[in-house]
């Protein structure tokens, strides 16, 4: 059961830095607070929640949760889309471990015409080193070319060797463009750059600008409804059911970025009516870009939970005509039965349960509608590599008084888990385990568990059962926390 704290989070914040050195301190006391009350006269968010600050260093020694600018890169922008080559460039290691952890669906055949789920390494050894890739990496492109005839390009994301050797990868890109007649393209992602994996994401999105969204793209007859569905990765199928939504409205998708993307999807982008985002902090570079280059306006859309599927599915209508505007009502009434069915065998035994999130993206806020959905409470949210203006946009879905934490560490992680007691824990992989030896249930969230669609209506039917699911299972009776045995 859930403790309510007395005295609000305040006392509880300084309780876990009162572990650091000073310095450490000090640093960390920036990245932890409490969503404050809305400025006066301010109707369009619930709290102020931009007062951590965020998107810095980590502080040396303390346990990180976040990823690097390789993961960002490959593990996220790219490495859905299914049609093209990646490469991990340098020694096998960072290939291997981040080899399909995502659960990035896609149509296709794998090994023909659909890549998602192989590993392409260069498999830099000490001599690679030593003299140098370049050519390793012309060799490589060679046998996937022959290999795999049907991919329709390569992308090379550069782990820390290459940029620490000083490989001339755009080079070795713009000679194999010319001799296999593909799109090449040489992505600059080594993860020492930049403090988390948020600058991944910034270099991907430039290198589809610089290398992509100039090509030819494909045939197809443009529309007045033509939109892209951008920062949609299609785990566990969230983007297919953005999309049937989104086509029940009347709307044509183009392409999906970057789950179960093309190539040529991407090239027909700039043709699009409108940018949808999905995830604003990994896409949202490219999409300033289109608008300023193409014309092409963007806007966010939120797709967990029924509240935000109806107020999202209204805002994206408003954009085009009263077709589609009618269109929209007609589809929310279509899906409020099963909504009210959801709701009435789950909101009964979630009502009231508190969660705490720490996820990375757009999750900690957007996943928070779906919770209060089910009348949920969110005691506390946070971001791995989020910047300012993500935590800015958090405060239009959080209430005042939540525990706000930025790029929290393992330990100050477990004690607010330990101290708060939540009736549920939403976070990674690596939280997974600790949290569930507390004897507190988890729900994975980057990658659903094992399970969802979780956006759409059907996707918040998966999302309910899944809370119920881990919440209210008899196990967590069975056996007691470590801090409550007695000695």
């Not at 305040?10 to 920036?30: D, G, M, N």
């Amino acid at each position: 059961m859930a403790k309510d704290l007395e005295d609000g989070y305040e006392t509880l914040i300084e309780e876990v830095l009162s572990a650091y050195p000073k310095k450490a301190q000090k640093k960390r006391a920036k990245h932890l607070g409490v969503a404050g009350p809305a400025e006066e006269g301010d109707t369009e968010i619930l709290s102020k929640c931009d007062t951590v600050k965020s998107n810095v260093k980590s502080v040396p020694g303390v346990m990180t949760i976040r990823g690097c600018a390789y993961a960002g890169s490959k593990g996220v922008v790219w490495g859905p889309v299914k049609d093209m080559v990646h490469i991990s460039h340098g020694p096998v290691g960072c290939g291997h471990y981040s080899w399909s952890q995502r659960r990035n669906y896609y149509t296709g055949t794998t090994g023909v015409d659909s890549f998602v789920t192989f590993q392409f390494t260069t498999d830099f050894q000490e001599k690679d080193i030593v003299f140098g890739g370049d050519k390793k990496l012309e060799k490589t492109i060679d046998e996937i070319n022959e290999l795999f005839p049907l991919s329709k390009g390569i992308s090379v994301q550069s782990e820390c060797p290459i940029g620490l050797i000083g490989d001339d990868i755009e080079a070795v890109a713009r000679k194999k463009k010319k001799d296999v007649n593909k799109t090449i393209v040489p992505v600059r992602c080594e993860g020492f750059r930049g403090v988390s994996q948020s600058l991944g994401h910034h270099i991907a999105n430039d290198c589809i600008r610089d290398w992509v969204l100039e090509g030819e793209g494909s045939e197809f007859e443009a529309s007045d409804y033509d939109v892209n569905i951008i920062g949609d990765y299609n785990i566990g199928g969230d983007a297919w059911s953005s999309r049937i939504l989104l086509e029940e409205i009347g709307l044509n998708v183009v392409g999906s970025w970057s789950g179960d993307a093309t190539l040529a999807e991407m090239e027909n982008a700039p043709k699009a009516k409108l940018n949808l985002i999905h995830c604003y902090r990994s896409m949202n570079y490219i999409c300033r870009h289109m608008e300023e280059k193409h014309g092409v306006p963007w806007m966010e859309y939120n797709f967990f939970g029924p509240s935000q599927i109806a107020a999202s599915l209204r805002a994206i209508a408003a954009k085009f005509d009263k077709t589609i505007q009618d269109n929209a009502e007609k589809v929310i009434a279509k899906y409020q039965p099963l909504v009210d069915e959801i709701m009435a065998k789950y909101k009964p035994r979630l009502e009231g349960k508190k969660v705490m999130l720490y996820v990375g993206g757009l999750r900690p806020r957007h996943v928070a509608t779906a919770y209060d959905d089910l009348g949920m409470e969110i005691v506390g949210t946070g971001y791995e590599f989020a910047h300012g203006d993500d935590y800015k946009r958090t405060g239009e879905h959080i209430k005042e008084g939540t525990l706000i934490y930025d790029d929290v560490t393992g330990y100050e992680l477990e004690k607010f888990i330990e101290t708060i007691r939540p009736d549920l824990v939403g976070s990674g992989i690596k939280e997974k385990y600790p949290t569930q030896k507390m004897g507190i249930p988890f729900r994975q969230m980057h990658s659903w568990d094992y399970s969802g669609p979780y956006h759409g209506y059907d996707g918040f039917a998966i999302f309910a059962r899944d809370m119920d699911l881990a919440i209210n299972n008899p196990v967590w009776g069975m056996f007691d926390a470590p801090w409550k045995k007695s000695a």
